[in-house]
Structures are given as C-alpha cells and as structure tokens.
C-alpha cells in the first residue's frame, strides 16, 4: 500500500500591487474579496503553498518610509519592513538600544534575517517569534495607518503594569495564528501574475534622520497589545521611547523555545532601574508583558533577584497547558529564566 500526504500545492493565481501610497494600499486591502499585505512573504507564500488563496497581494515595498530606521523626538522609528538583518546592521539601533541589534544577530538563520521584516513577524501573529515579546519588552508602540473602518477604538489585550490594580487585563483576544487575511476562502480562477513574481526582495533598510512627512493618509501610534483588536491594520512602523539621558537595555532567554521566551527590558536614569517590563513569548497565544516601576541601582538587581521576579511573574495569566508544557511548568519557569537574568545583569553592572 501507498500512502502520500500532500503538504504542498501549487499557488492560485492572485492579483499583485505594487501601491506607492498608504491611502492606495488600504484601498486595495479594504476592497471586496480576500487581500493580504505582502512583506518579505516567509509566512504568506508558505500559507499560500497551503491551498490558501486570495485575490490581491498588496506589496509594501513601494511605500514611503517602511523600510527606514530614524532618530525622532519621541524615540526610535523602526519601519515596519526593515528586515531582521536591517536591525542588526543598523547604527541608529546599535547606537540606541545596542542590546536590541545584538539580539537579532541570533534571531533565525541568514536567509531569514535577509527576508524577513519586522513587521511581518509581529503581524504574523505567531506565538513562537521573537519580534512582538522583545518590542513589548522595550515599551515600543506601533505606528500603524487605517482604513476608515479600521476600529481605532481599541481595549487594551495583553498589558500589565504593577501599581494599576494587578493585572487588570488579560489575553482576551489571541493573535492569529495564520497570516492575517482579508478572508479565508479558498479561491478558483482568479487573473493574476505567477507566483513567481513574489520573490523579489524590497529594498534593504538605510538609516533616515528626516522626520516623515506624511499627507496621503492618517496613521496613528497604539500599544502593541492593540494590534490584534483592529481590522486589517497596516502597520507602518515601530516606535522604542529611548530618550537621552535615560536608556533602554534588553535581554533574552531563548533556551526554552518552544515552551516559553522571556525578554527583560530595562529603563535606566542615572545607573538607576526606573522601570522593568517582562515580556514572555511562547506561553500565551501572544506574548504578554508586565511593567514594574524599580528604583534600584542596576548593580543590586542579582541581590534582589528572586523577589523582583517573583512579584513581575505574578502579574502574569496564567499560561497556556499544550503539548509543549504545563501551565504550572511555564509559570515556574518564567520565574526561573527571570530570576537568571536579573542575577546575569547584576553580576555584569
Ligand atoms: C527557518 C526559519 C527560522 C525562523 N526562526 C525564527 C526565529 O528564531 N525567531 C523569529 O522571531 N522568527 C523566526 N522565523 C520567522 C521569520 O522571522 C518570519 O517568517 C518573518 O519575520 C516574517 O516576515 P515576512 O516579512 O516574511 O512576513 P510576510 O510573510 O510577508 O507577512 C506575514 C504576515 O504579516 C502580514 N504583514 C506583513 N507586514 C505587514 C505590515 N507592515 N502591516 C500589516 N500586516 C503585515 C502579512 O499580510 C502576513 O499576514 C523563522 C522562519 C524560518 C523560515
């Protein structure tokens, strides 16, 4: 007897834009019919290998300021399709949050970090990457444009902040798992070009300190745990608030993947932790970030170890059970992974 599964089907044919202005790709993306935005494509066309289908794919590569990294007042803009390889090269990020471009040395592998975007790791929504916990851990927003019924009213999802009641919010709403699609259903027939057309790469990231001046459509500036509340958002960039003299320092522990990610970001004024975010990846259908105010000098962190991550963990949801783990084993190792990296950062003050 032979038994095949095929995994694997060949792509329906679909329309591809190329729009060369926000208020024109949230036209296309609004449109009747199923659409989806076309980053570095890694997750889209897999989806579409999967007998996906759609009628548009809306390029992003054409778009102003997508794929630069510039200097503001109110923080580091990151274009939302600045490619892993961009974060890492970039010296506005190596000068701003060094921790942040040396972290992404080590996310995926080279072909990867040549294709993928920023953005399209976030929007991906997928529980097990890296890009959402680690901008959750640095208190980043994202700045996104909206097509009129795109729901600017929004709850918050995923947030914690120690001080304000606890946890006063939880994962109500999961991130998708699959790419974010206009509408699923499966398609015949449609006109379009080869998916062949995909592979061409957008630009690589260059460093711009002009502010964008931007008229062809509104965009707005909402936290993270926001984005998966709005209807086909298109998210135009990222925003890290590091403003001299404070400084944003970052850490990882990734040596649990696939059960659990914790990132630790740091706000620091004069030597002093002002404020500790946790973000834990991989735990949750999306990561989920708690804020604790500190005012402890850097160097004590290791002393107080265990009672700062024991008091930040139990701002958490509880995780989720899967095959993976338990809850109770994610939650202890939260603890755990946190504990080490606060003990890492003191030893090395
Ligand atoms: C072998 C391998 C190893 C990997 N390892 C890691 C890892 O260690 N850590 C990690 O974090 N990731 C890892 N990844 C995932 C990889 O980083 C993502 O696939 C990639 O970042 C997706 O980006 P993209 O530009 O290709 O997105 P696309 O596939 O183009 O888009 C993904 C989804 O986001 C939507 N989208 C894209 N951009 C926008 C936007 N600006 N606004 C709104 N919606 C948008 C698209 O419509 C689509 O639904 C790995 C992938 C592979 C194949």
Redo the contacts with the bound molecule.
């Keep these: 007897m032979l038994v095949a599964l095929r995994s694997r089907r060949h792509i329906a044919p679909f329309a591809l834009h190329r729009p060369d202005t926000l208020a024109e790709a949230l036209a296309l993306r609004s449109a009747p019919g199923p659409s989806?935005?076309?980053?570095?494509?890694?997750?889209?066309?897999?989806?579409l290998k999967q007998g996906n289908a759609v009628d548009r794919l809306i390029r992003?590569d054409g778009l102003p300021d997508?794929a630069t990294v510039s200097d503001r007042p109110d923080g580091l803009r990151i274009g939302?399709?600045v490619?892993?390889a961009g974060i890492t090269d970039s010296a506005l990020i190596r000068g701003a949050v060094p921790d942040l471009a040396e972290l992404w040395n080590?996310?995926?592998?080279p072909?990867?970090?040549f294709?993928?975007?920023?953005?399209?790791?976030?929007?991906?929504?997928?529980p097990?990457?890296?890009?959402l916990p680690a901008l959750m851990a640095l208190g980043a927003e994202a700045e996104?444009a909206l097509a009129p019924s795109g729901g600017a009213e929004v709850t918050p999802i995923h947030t914690i902040v120690a001080g304000e009641g606890g946890p006063s919010t939880h994962p109500s709403k999961s991130a998708p798992t699959?790419?974010?699609?206009a509408g699923d259903r499966a398609r015949e027939g449609a006109e379009g070009p080869p998916s062949t057309a995909l592979s061409e790469p957008a630009p690589q990231a260059a460093d711009a300190n002009a502010s964008p001046v931007l008229t062809d459509a509104g965009r707005q500036r909402i936290p993270l745990d926001h984005l998966a509340a709005l209807t086909?958002?298109?998210?135009?960039a990222f925003v890290i608030p590091v403003r001299a003299p404070a400084t944003l320092r970052l850490f990882a522990d990734?040596s649990l993947?696939p059960v659990i990610t914790v990132w630790c970001g740091l706000t620091l004024a004069d030597q002093l932790v002002a404020t500790l975010r946790l973000a834990v990846g991989m735990a949750y259908p999306s990561a989920v970030c708690a804020t604790m105010p500190l005012d402890l000098p850097l160097a004590s962190l290791g002393a107080n170890a265990a009672d700062i991550a024991a008091g930040i963990t139990r701002l958490l949801p509880e995780p989720v059970s899967d095959g993976q783990a338990s809850a109770a084993y994610r939650r202890r190792m939260t603890g755990v992974l946190t504990r080490r990296i606060l003990v890492r950062i003191g030893s090395s003050a």
């Design positions: 989806a935005f076309l980053a570095g494509g890694l997750d889209l066309i897999d989806w992003l997508l939302a399709m490619r892993h080590g996310i995926a592998n072909r990867v970090r294709s993928g975007t920023i953005g399209g790791n976030v929007m991906a929504g997928r097990e990457y890296d890009a996104v699959q790419p974010v699609m086909q958002p298109l998210v135009t990734r993947r």
